[in-house]
T-cell receptor, first 115, second 115 residues
């Protein structure tokens, strides 16, 4: 059962426009959410995160929004650049009350930014 | 330079021949984990370790073993590989515990093919 879902396998946007990547989750015990970016032949790299007590976190061109009631988060990239073309993974950390950094990942969305 | 190093990057092996994929990090992280990435399934955790001599199963541990004898190293062992273990494997590390920023650092991946 996929607890973290990214329903769009791919997304194509024009350079300079906004990219919106979506992620839905089912487990209300998640306390932290992260986005990772992955280029081909490389490992995932951390992009941005948000705690479950917040609804927005911004870092430069990247903003993550969290809607807890809808169990939905989104990553906005503005403006999109060709170098943003990569696979984006949404991940969530369950709060089991102990010291663990277990992350549950979504299936990823391939973003293509067209020049 | 802070990094997680996996070896080998690519490996083709035959069914039943024991193999080890090494992982080493130079950031003095307590928490290390192994993931496998398969099409349509995202990244799934195999095993994790919260410190030396402390390991536990992730979501898909069957057919794998790990050990954590030193803080920096976390090898993944396939005692008798089978074709369904053909996958892209990632090692990751992070500080523990992390109530806030919990980003994990990933290695570059090991592409394993079992024939």
């Amino acid at each position: 059962d996929q607890q973290v879902k990214q329903n769009s396998p791919s997304l194509s946007v024009q350079e300079g426009r906004i990219s919106i990547l979506n992620c839905d989750y089912t487990n209300s015990m998640f306390d932290y959410f992260l986005w990772y970016k992955k280029y081909p032949a490389e490992g995932p790299t951390f992009l941005i995160s948000i705690s479950s007590i917040k609804d927005k976190n911004e870092d430069g061109r990247f903003t993550v929004f969290l809607n807890k009631s809808a169990k939905h988060l989104s990553l906005h990239i503005v403006p999109s650049q060709p170098g943003d073309s990569a696979v984006y993974f949404c991940a969530a950390r369950p709060d089991y009350g102990g010291a663990t950094n277990k992350l549950i990942f979504g299936t990823g969305t391939l973003l293509a930014v067209q020049p | 330079e802070a990094q997680v190093t996996q070896n080998p990057r690519y490996l083709i092996t035959v069914t039943g021949k024991k193999l080890t994929v090494t992982c080493s990090q130079n950031m003095n992280h307590e928490y290390m984990s192994w993931y496998r990435q398969d099409p349509g399934l995202g990244l799934r955790q195999i095993y994790y370790s919260m410190n030396v001599e402390v390991t536990d199963k992730g979501d898909v541990p069957e057919g794998y073993k790990v050990s954590r004898k030193e803080k920096r190293n976390f090898p993944l062992i396939l005692e008798s590989p089978s074709p369904n273990q053909t996958s892209l494997y990632f090692c990751a590390s992070s500080y523990l515990p992390i109530p806030g920023g919990t980003e994990a650092f990933f290695g570059q991946g090991t592409r394993l093919t079992v024939v």
